[in-house]
């Protein structure tokens, strides 16, 4: 069932993290929104989350560096990348660090359900 699974969001973009967290309850699963790295690893909620979804540029940590710094404490939560640059170099840099999507902004939610589905299907 849906409704147990939690995935979790952290983007700066308020109006962004509103709309993401929409589209996940639309689809029956729990979300929750941060507003950065740092609010998301305060929570707690890397040990029961089921996916992170994360933009690659914030103040403070990186969607990239949060990634690392999971890894780095042995938590294997697939993590989802959005970004709205275009430069390349970064978004090979975000391939590279293991995110299992990445997607360019402004995606669409078929983009994001596709991932979603994907990532919870492993």
Same mark, same amino acid.
């Given at each position: 069932?849906?409704?147990?699974?939690?995935?979790?969001?952290?983007?700066?973009?308020?109006?962004?993290?509103?709309?993401?967290?929409?589209?996940?309850?639309?689809?029956?699963?729990?979300?929750?929104?941060?507003?950065?790295? $740092?609010?998301?690893? @305060? &929570? %707690?909620?890397?040990?029961?989350? *089921?996916?992170?979804?994360?933009?690659?540029? !914030?103040?403070?940590?990186?969607?990239?560096?949060?990634?690392?710094?999971?890894?780095?404490?042995?938590?294997?939560?697939?993590?989802?990348?959005?970004?709205?640059?275009?430069?390349?170099?970064?978004? $090979?840099?975000?391939? @590279? &660090? %293991?995110?299992?999507?990445?997607? *360019?902004?402004?995606?669409?939610?078929?983009? !994001?359900?596709?991932?979603?589905?994907?990532?919870?299907?492993?």
């Amino acid at each position: 069932m849906n409704a147990g699974i939690l995935i979790s969001v952290v983007e700066d973009d308020e109006s962004m993290r509103h709309a993401v967290v929409r589209l996940i309850r639309s689809l029956g699963y729990r979300a929750s929104g941060h507003c950065s790295a $740092e609010a998301f690893l @305060a &929570s %707690g909620e890397s040990a029961t989350t *089921r996916c992170i979804i994360t933009d690659i540029r !914030m103040p403070g940590l990186s969607g990239i560096e949060l990634k690392g710094r999971l890894d780095a404490t042995g938590i294997a939560v697939p993590v989802i990348m959005v970004t709205a640059t275009q430069d390349d170099a970064l978004f $090979e840099k975000a391939a @590279a &660090s %293991g995110a299992v999507c990445i997607l *360019r902004k402004p995606f669409e939610s078929a983009e !994001m359900i596709s991932c979603i589905e994907g990532v919870l299907a492993r």
